[in-house]
């Protein structure tokens, strides 16, 4: 019976261990390029000279137990991976394969949809089958063409609206969900994202498209209102970042508006529900007022500092232009004179071999005029030496207290700036005490008596 026990063991053992969950190694991947290759003698003498990882292109890891994604950061190249019929949880570990451009993770058991983000060339994603209740993190992949995220758990069928900024979605897939058992389900898709031409892989009538806009038309309304305004909202903040960028030359950004106060308190949920008080509101908007008056203000003064500041710069570069070319123009002058001589004597040496060639005149007569000529020609080359480097010295001079002019100047103009920068952000920074001191006073007021409190006040008071 022992020994018995023990032969079962051995046959029960090795497969529990091949069947066990298993993470993506580098083993799983070879031995899955193998198997892709063909199985006549090419396909036996490529897999013995080994595949180049960077000439995949492909891989199917299909049911493989996979628990973990890892290890695919090797295959730089792949445009298409199938991971379907595994256990995997977790989208993770593939920011690095931004080429690819299909994706199949159905049959998991995927909770959420995360960390695509770099995965911008993604056409086919595949998430049929696991355990995803909402649809998003997809912004990235505006590429998208086909969907398929049917028998999840997404409950909400506002849910497709995500999909409304999708310019190239033409397929989706949501049967299976909760969100899909209305019966109007499908008028609903073919109403709220008009680009798509198949819903459950079935063309999408003309017929349907209106069915649904005349179910849907008091929702389509609402949907196109809400963008309206979400467009404004996303037009103002990009001009505010664009402003910015401008106004950043100027050390002014985000001073000419609101915008500062406002991101103050956009997310400072106690300060937004401290104004549920009795005299906080009117306190709030005079803080306000002030605030931006003076924000607006160091934002008017910044942009005139800038506009002197730009102004002093163009005066230096002008000045330095004018000298360069001033410069250059004595330098040009200095060496015309000097190759005028030196031509002269040129000419005149030339004369002289000529002459003594002809025996017009004696041996002694031409080294002695040669000799004074190179002698004069010596004394003027060190004469334009001596002029060049005075002019150079005299130039560095100038240069040097222009410089120092012009960085006093531009110093003064920042020092300016920045003490009425900091004389501004203290008086802010006043303001936010008083104002927060006199919502205080208020709070205690109210705290002191309870009755009243109660009473009067919202639930989400009490609880600051």
Same mark, same amino acid.
């Given at each position: 019976?022992? *020994?018995?026990? %023990?032969? $079962?063991?051995?046959?029960?053992?090795?497969?529990?261990?091949? #069947?066990?969950?298993? $993470?993506?190694?580098?083993?799983?991947?070879?031995?899955?390029?193998?198997?892709?290759?063909?199985?006549?003698?090419?396909?036996?003498?490529?897999?013995?000279?080994?595949?180049?990882?960077?000439?995949?292109?492909?891989?199917?890891?299909?049911?493989?137990? +996979?628990?973990?994604?890892?290890?695919?950061?090797?295959?730089?190249?792949?445009?298409?991976?199938?991971?379907?019929? #595994?256990?995997?949880?977790?989208? &993770?570990?593939?920011?690095?394969?931004?080429? /690819?451009?299909?994706?199949?993770?159905?049959?998991? %058991? +995927?909770?959420?949809?995360?960390?695509?983000?770099?995965?911008?060339?993604?056409?086919?994603?595949?998430?049929?089958?696991?355990?995803?209740?909402? +649809?998003? #993190?997809?912004?990235?992949? @505006?590429? !998208?063409?086909?969907?398929?995220?049917?028998?999840?758990?997404?409950?909400?069928?506002?849910?497709?609206?995500?999909?409304?900024?999708?310019?190239?979605?033409?397929?989706?897939?949501?049967?299976?969900?909760?969100?899909?058992?209305?019966?109007?389900?499908?008028?609903?898709?073919?109403?709220?994202?008009? $680009?798509?031409?198949?819903?459950?892989?079935? =063309?999408?009538?003309?017929?349907?498209?209106?069915?649904?806009?005349?179910?849907?038309?008091?929702?389509?309304? &609402?949907?196109?209102?809400?963008?309206?305004?979400?467009?404004? +909202?996303?037009?103002?903040?990009? %001009?505010?970042?664009?402003?910015?960028?401008?106004?950043?030359?100027?050390?002014?950004?985000?001073?000419? *508006?609101?915008?500062?106060?406002?991101?103050?308190?956009?997310?400072?949920?106690?300060?937004? @529900?401290?104004? /549920?008080?009795?005299?906080?509101?009117?306190?709030?908007?005079?803080?306000?007022?002030?605030? $931006?008056?003076?924000?607006?203000?160091? =934002?008017?003064?910044?942009?005139?500092?800038?506009?002197?500041?730009?102004?002093?710069?163009?005066?230096?570069?002008?000045?330095?232009?004018?000298?360069?070319?001033?410069?250059?123009?004595?330098?040009?002058?200095?060496?015309?004179?000097?190759?005028?001589?030196?031509?002269?004597?040129?000419?005149?040496?030339?004369? /002289?071999?000529?002459?003594?060639?002809?025996?017009?005149? *004696?041996?002694?007569?031409?080294?002695?005029?040669?000799?004074?000529?190179?002698?004069?020609?010596?004394?003027? !080359?060190?004469?334009?030496?001596? #002029?060049?480097?005075?002019?150079?010295?005299?130039?560095?001079?100038?240069? &040097?207290?222009?410089?120092?002019?012009?960085?006093?100047?531009?110093?003064?103009?920042?020092?300016?700036?920045?003490?009425?920068?900091?004389?501004? =952000?203290?008086?802010?920074?006043?303001?936010?005490?008083?104002?927060?001191?006199?919502?205080?006073?208020?709070?205690?007021?109210?705290?002191?008596?309870?009755?009243?409190?109660?009473?009067?006040?919202?639930?989400?008071? %009490?609880?600051?």
């Amino acid at each position: 019976m022992i *020994s018995q026990n %023990k032969e $079962v063991a051995n046959t029960i053992i090795p497969w529990c261990i091949r #069947n066990e969950p298993q $993470v993506i190694d580098n083993k799983m991947i070879k031995a899955c390029i193998d198997d892709m290759a063909k199985p006549d003698e090419a396909g036996r003498l490529l897999r013995e000279e080994g595949i180049p990882l960077d000439e995949i292109y492909t891989i199917r890891l299909e049911f493989k137990k +996979i628990l973990r994604i890892d290890h695919l950061w090797v295959l730089k190249s792949l445009t298409q991976l199938s991971l379907n019929n #595994n256990f995997i949880e977790k989208i &993770e570990n593939l920011e690095s394969l931004i080429h /690819l451009k299909e994706l199949n993770l159905s049959f998991n %058991k +995927i909770a959420a949809i995360e960390n695509l983000d770099e995965l911008v060339n993604l056409e086919v994603i595949n998430l049929f089958q696991n355990k995803i209740t909402k +649809i998003e #993190n997809l912004q990235n992949q @505006t590429e !998208l063409i086909i969907l398929s995220i049917g028998n999840n758990l997404i409950q909400n069928k506002d849910n497709v609206l995500y999909f409304r900024g999708f310019k190239y979605l033409k397929s989706l897939n949501l049967a299976g969900n909760p969100c899909a058992e209305e019966d109007t389900f499908r008028l609903y898709i073919a109403a709220v994202l008009p $680009v798509l031409d198949y819903y459950e892989y079935i =063309f999408i009538t003309k017929e349907e498209r209106e069915g649904g806009q005349d179910i849907f038309e008091a929702l389509l309304r &609402e949907i196109h209102e809400a963008e309206y305004q979400a467009n404004i +909202i996303k037009l103002k903040k990009e %001009k505010e970042l664009a402003d910015a960028k401008i106004h950043s030359l100027s050390f002014v950004e985000y001073l000419g *508006s609101s915008y500062l106060f406002d991101s103050m308190f956009e997310d400072d949920v106690e300060g937004n @529900t401290f104004l /549920l008080m009795d005299d906080v509101q009117p306190l709030y908007d005079e803080f306000r007022e002030e605030f $931006v008056k003076n924000c607006i203000e160091l =934002f008017e003064f910044g942009q005139e500092q800038y506009a002197i500041r730009q102004a002093e710069m163009k005066q230096y570069q002008d000045t330095v232009e004018k000298a360069k070319k001033e410069g250059q123009l004595q330098s040009i002058e200095m060496m015309e004179a000097f190759l005028e001589k030196k031509n002269y004597i040129f000419y005149t040496i030339t004369k /002289l071999s000529k002459d003594f060639e002809k025996e017009l005149i *004696s041996e002694d007569v031409y080294y002695d005029s040669v000799g004074e000529i190179a002698e004069q020609f010596n004394s003027d !080359l060190q004469a334009i030496w001596k #002029n060049a480097m005075k002019f150079e010295v005299t130039i560095f001079g100038q240069m &040097e207290d222009v410089n120092q002019t012009f960085e006093l100047s531009l110093t003064d103009l920042t020092n300016i700036f920045i003490e009425h920068a900091q004389g501004t =952000f203290t008086y802010l920074r006043n303001l936010e005490n008083l104002y927060f001191d006199n919502v205080s006073e208020i709070a205690f007021k109210i705290l002191a008596n309870e009755e009243l409190l109660d009473m009067l006040y919202p639930q989400e008071l %009490k609880e600051v």
